[in-house]
């Protein structure tokens, strides 16, 4: 067990679940997310409540920004109310939001010459391996960094990847990460649909299917949403857009092509422009069933 002080920033379902972990492992917990109820449920798990990203980390050894994206973990650090002035010298943030490598970078130049140090360390796993201690982090940064942080990502992970000295490193593999992800997803919708179209048993075509050679970790994790009607979101389809267009990005500027991945950020947009970008990424589904005249099941009434 650890006596140490760690702040989490951004408590939605991912940041919760690792400021409990956190508690778990012995840490006193200061959290803040601009919405209130999301403060209430870290008092309500034994964490404390600070009014801003400064005062939760003024007095942390590490400061975990658990955020969607490079502008939000920008805004944590260097807004207004930001923590990059608050925190401890000597202190770590952990930034753990999918981002471009040169972001990520960029935000370790500017928060090293205050003398904290930055390790990039986006995540794998989803809520349910958040809230366990069981999160896969892909980290890069200083033998410093990585020192300071070691007892944080003990709570935090089930599997920890150090990948490089340079943050961007961590980053890079998680991008790699995500196409592979949004493409999987996609395809699988697809699939379902496709099985649709042929009339066939959904439910036996998911038993079948996760048996045999076509089946892959996304396929058997989405489609029980398709099968259920239950599109409340796990996972978003912006966060697909988003993502997928940071590889595209990155793809463009390395002059390598990604038409595959290309194709499924297509799908996304689509999905998200016929009013389903905060719903569960598998709505990629509903899509193609609204494109093709399908039916899907539908979530029975509570």
């Not at 920004?65 to 952990?94: H, K, R, W, Y």
């Not at 099968?227 to 978003?236: F, H, I, N, V």
Request: hydrophobic share 50%; net charge negative.
């Amino acid at each position: 067990m650890t006596s140490q002080r760690a702040a989490v920033i951004g408590l939605g379902s991912m940041g919760l679940g690792m400021a409990q972990s956190l508690i778990r492992g012995g840490f006193t917990v200061t959290g803040f997310d601009v919405a209130t109820a999301a403060g209430e449920r870290l008092a309500q798990s034994g964490g404390r409540v600070a009014a801003s990203p400064a005062e939760a980390a003024h007095d942390a050894h590490s400061v975990i920004a658990a955020v969607v994206n490079a502008a939000q973990t920008e805004a944590v650090l260097f807004g207004p109310d930001g923590c990059a002035e608050s925190m401890p010298e000597g202190a770590v943030f952990i930034s753990s939001a999918t981002m471009a490598p040169e972001m990520a970078r960029s935000l370790c130049a500017r928060l090293e010459t205050g003398g904290r140090h930055f390790l990039d360390a986006p995540m794998s796993g989803g809520a349910a391996r958040a809230a366990d201690g069981s999160l896969t982090m892909m980290a890069s940064g200083s033998e410093a960094a990585f020192a300071c942080a070691r007892p944080a990502l003990d709570a935090l992970c089930g599997t920890l990847y150090e990948l490089g000295a340079e943050a961007g490193q961590g980053a890079a593999f998680k991008m790699v990460n995500q196409l592979l992800a949004g493409v999987h997803i996609a395809a699988a919708c697809e699939a379902i649909a496709f099985a649709a179209r042929q009339g066939l048993d959904l439910a036996r075509v998911y038993e079948v299917i996760t048996r045999s050679a076509g089946s892959s970790w996304m396929f058997e994790n989405r489609i029980p949403h398709v099968l259920e009607g239950d599109y409340s979101p796990k996972s978003a389809i912006d966060i697909f857009t988003k993502d997928l267009g940071i590889v595209l990005d990155m793809a463009r500027e390395a002059q390598f092509p990604v038409p595959i991945a290309g194709a499924a950020l297509q799908m996304y947009l689509m999905t998200a422009a016929a009013g389903m970008g905060r719903d569960d990424d598998s709505s990629v589904a509903r899509l193609y069933a609204q494109l093709a005249g399908l039916k899907l099941p539908a979530k029975e009434p509570a």
